[in-house]
């Protein structure tokens, strides 16, 4: 791997911890508020609405100019989102905002991965990019609900003039502000590859066109679109937990707000290792091997039913998340190799943010209709087991129907004759 690669896996760590710390900070900001607990998944529906609505935009931004400016502005409107919570705007339309810069940073940061690194490394890569995210999420989602404290609350308001108020969960917001803005620093650091794309379109009508366009070929892609639709479901399935176990911890293992953060940050450390291990086992041309995965991660659900004590939990996230890790990381992988080859490395990740997005609104938006509507949990767990374990049945019977019919393991050859060359 390159210094640039490093720089780029620092800087997605920073980047990604401030997300997930901001999430927790902006949960206990809703219930200094007595916001109704449904708002709680709506703050990551709208978090992630800006990768579903500038997704045709985004892609050509990324591949307009050098990815690491790119990279640099987008943690800036990160600050600015995160920024204006601490004035009074409602979290939701300030998280946003937050997203709105995520959803321009996205597309840069994995482009750039294609650009600096030949296919072979792709797996190994992503296992890295992957566990450097999830291990933000568990430090992030840590020290957010850390951070959003009576103590911290007091240092800060020690420190700052008499005029500026700050609650435990804006004392932590100010604090996440500026790991935002570290992020943005190290992104200045990040060197131009030299890559340059052909001009792109610059009015709406045409760049939804090009978008559009990006769209189709990768759905009609006989290995891209199983990989497509495979982590569409499972990103959108992984959104979801993060609130399910947010609320299980609570209700069935008696533990408080931040300890069932902690809870998830557990599911991480299972996925750190899962995705470690995908990528020092599953090479680029065995990524459809782990398909069948997917039905076992929906069936773990069921367990959660069951498991009402804390030191079974543990053990219970560890292994449902390694599963998830281990399964996600090949997937990314076949699925931004077959969007490079197809498309460009910024239009190929606009397109996948697009659809996982897509998901994960519509999962979200189920998971706060359930908790609006008084839904039991047990109940709402029971809905999404099926939904997921059906789904994942579903496309593993696709690939196979491709497999055979349209002799999809060709493009798994194409593939591997690239980590050869």
């Not at 650091?189 to 709406?204: E, F, K, M, N, V």
């Not at 990528?279 to 773990?300: E, F, K, N, Q, W």
Request: aromatic share 10%; net charge neutral.
């Amino acid at each position: 791997m390159t210094r640039a690669f490093y720089i780029i896996l620092a800087a997605q760590f920073f980047s990604s911890l401030a997300d997930n710390a901001l999430l927790a900070a902006s949960v206990v900001l809703l219930i200094e508020m007595h916001a109704d607990p449904s708002q709680q998944p709506l703050l990551k529906a709208f978090f992630t609405i800006s990768y579903v609505v500038l997704a045709p935009f985004v892609g050509a931004f990324a591949d307009s100019r050098p990815k690491g400016n790119v990279m640099f502005i987008t943690n800036l409107i990160k600050v600015f989102g995160a920024a204006i919570m601490l004035f009074g705007l409602h979290p939701m339309l300030a998280y946003a905002v937050v997203g709105l810069g995520a959803a321009a940073y996205s597309p840069a940061k994995y482009g750039i991965i294609t650009e600096l690194l030949p296919p072979e490394k792709l797996v190994a890569a992503n296992g890295w990019i992957e566990a450097a995210t999830i291990l933000s999420i568990i430090f992030g989602t840590v020290l957010g609900a850390s951070l959003a404290t009576p103590t911290i609350q007091s240092l800060l308001t020690h420190a700052l003039p008499a005029s500026f108020s700050l609650s435990p969960a804006t004392s932590a917001i100010l604090i996440i502000c500026f790991v935002y803005l570290f992020a943005a620093l190290l992104n200045r650091q990040i060197g131009d590859t030299g890559i340059r794309y052909s001009a792109q379109a610059h009015t709406p009508i045409k760049l939804m066109q090009d978008f559009w366009h990006c769209n189709m070929t990768l759905w009609r892609d006989k290995l891209g679109q199983i990989s497509l639709a495979i982590t569409t479901i499972l990103w959108g399935m992984a959104a979801v937990m993060q609130f399910i176990v947010l609320d299980w911890a609570q209700e069935d293992l008696g533990q408080t707000l931040q300890e069932s953060f902690r809870m998830q940050a557990v599911v991480g450390i299972g996925s750190t290792i899962g995705a470690v291990l995908a990528s020092r086992y599953v090479a680029m041309r065995r990524t459809t091997a782990v398909i069948p995965l997917g039905m076992v991660i929906g069936s773990m659900l069921l367990l959660l039913l069951v498991i009402d004590r804390v030191f079974l939990a543990f053990p219970l996230m560890i292994v449902f998340g390694a599963v998830a890790g281990f399964f996600l990381v090949p997937m990314n992988a076949m699925l931004q190799h077959r969007g490079y080859v197809l498309l460009s490395a910024g239009h190929s990740i606009a397109v996948q943010n697009f659809n996982e997005n897509l998901s994960i609104l519509i999962m979200l938006g189920m998971y706060a209709a359930l908790k609006y509507f008084h839904v039991p949990l047990h109940s709402s767990i029971l809905v999404f087991l099926t939904l997921i374990t059906g789904l994942m049945a579903l496309m593993y019977r696709w690939y196979l129907y491709n497999k055979k019919h349209h002799n999809a393991d060709r493009l798994i050859d194409e593939m591997s004759h690239h980590e050869h060359v």
